[in-house]
Every structure is written in structure tokens, then in C-alpha cells.
């Protein structure tokens, strides 16, 4: 049997590298969450599992939540939270027709350290290669925990990026996806504070996707939401600057928490 622990432990050396930590546990992932699932769900495997097998429409910032926690808790978390993390994520694929596919199970763990480590540079957070060696590396876990055999993830972020480029050319947006954006962008059923944070969170999300993958999706794109686009990531830009940076790496620890209390619950 697969063990969750086992496959996270030879990375927690990094997590050792305090700035390194901080770099890890700050709230970058839940700004680019957005982006990673739209990524995701543009494989239609993927898509389609998520549409069919899941409450979105009703909840479609609930599979956000799960992958953030999946995301702190295997990253940032101890060996436990990380096996918890991974037995949740185990137990949701069991029913999903593909769920399990090596390739998709890579291609979802690269989709998050790709988003968190644009979506850094993005908000001014310079990303010098050193640091992003070392993330690639702390990210890695979020494959090996849910079977990706350790030597399928990339060792360079050189072999990242030329694993990036092939998989993104082969993305394929289908009506499962489109119907699962119209579910996670425009929610009916959330809460009245998530509705109100839905133009700031549409226009970074569409805005930091590749331009062939938001093509597909049809989002209309030009210089007129290039413009509110760049102005959107200029103030979250300065909002971060005058936040203390404890507050920034808030969501983390909270998201381990609430994990552990869902799985208390069940």
C-alpha cells in the first residue's frame, strides 16, 4: 500500500530553510487557485470527473478549499497532516473514471506549483532560481502522495518548464470544462462575501492563464481587460505590501485545521 508519509519525507529537509517556509506557507496559493483548477480541468479527463462526480454548482468554492488544503498540508504540513491530506483526495477519486491516471495525478500537482510560482512573481515577489529549484522540489510531494512515481516528477526546473510547454499544447477545453468555469466564477449558492469577491478573482484568474488555454475557454480578452487586469494586480499588489506578513501566512495553518476537523467529522 501506497504510504502518503513515506513519499513526503524525503522533502521535508526544506522545510527546515526558514525563509524558505515562509515562502511556502504565504497566501499566494489560495490567489492562484483559480488559476490552477481552470488549468486542471482543461485535460477533459480531469473536466469530466470534476463535473460529473462533484457538487459544484452548488458549491463550487468547496473543490478551491479541498485543494488548498491539500496544498498547505502536504507542503507546509507535518507527516500526518500530509497522510490526512492524502487520504481525503483518495477516498474523492474512488468513484472518478481516471481519477488515478498517473498522468493526471502529475499534471493537477504541476498545475499548483506552476500557478503558486507565477502568481508570486506576478504580485512582486522575486522568484530568483535558487528559490524556485527549492519549491519544484517541496511541490513534489503533491504528486508522490497520490501515486505519481517519484522519478515521473520533474528534477529541473528546466525539466519542468519543457514538461509545461507539452502538456499545455496538448490541453483540450471541452463543455464539461466550461460548465464547471460558469459553476466556479459566477456562484449562485455562495456566500454573499465570496459573491462580492468574484470581479477582483474572475479577472486575475482569466488574466494569468495562458492565451491558448483562454482561448479555448472563450473568455473575451482585450485591451480593455488587459487594462482592468493589470490595475486589479497593481492594488493586491500594494494591499499585500501593508499587510504584517503573519497575516499573509494566516490561510495555511487555518485551511490544516478546518482539514482535521472534516476528518473528525467523518
Known sequence: MHDAQAASRPFRGADQDRDLRRFLLDSTPVIAGGRAILLQI???VVAAGVRRHSDFARRPQ?????????????VTGTPHDA?????????????VTGADDVDRQLWVAATLYDSAIRT?????????????????????????????PPERWPTSV???EAY?????????????????????????????????AM?????????????TVRQQYGFAWGPREERRY?????????????????????????????????????
Open 120 to 148: 508570486h512573481g506576478l504580485l512582486g515577489t522575486p522568484v530568483d532560481a535558487d528559490r524556485a529549484e527549492a519549491t519544484l522540489h517541496a511541490y513534489a510531494p503533491l504528486g508522490t502522495a497520490l501515486r505519481v
Open 62 to 74: 468547496q473543490r478551491l478549499a479541498h485543494t488548498l488544503m491539500y496544498v498547505y498540508a502536504v
Open 83 to 95: 497522510a490526512v491530506a492524502a487520504a481525503f483526495v483518495t477516498h474523492a477519486h474512488r468513484p
Open 199 to 211: 470581479p477582483v478573482v474572475r479577472i486575475l484568474t482569466v488574466g494569468m492563464l495562458p492565451e
Open 230 to 266: 493589470r490595475r486589479t494586480v497593481r492594488a493586491v499588489r500594494v494591499l499585500r505590501a501593508l499587510l504584517p506578513g503573519a497575516l499573509l501566512r494566516l490561510p495555511g495553518p487555518l485551511l490544516i485545521r478546518a482539514m482535521h476537523r472534516l476528518a473528525r467529522s467523518h
Open 158 to 160: 528546466a525539466a519542468f
Open 164 to 196: 509545461w510547454s507539452s502538456a499545455v499544447a496538448g490541453l483540450r477545453v471541452t463543455d464539461d470544462a466550461r460548465g464547471v468555469v460558469r459553476d466556479l466564477l459566477h456562484p449562485r449558492h455562495a456566500p454573499r462575501w465570496v459573491r462580492a
Open 42 to 44: 482543461a485535460d477533459p
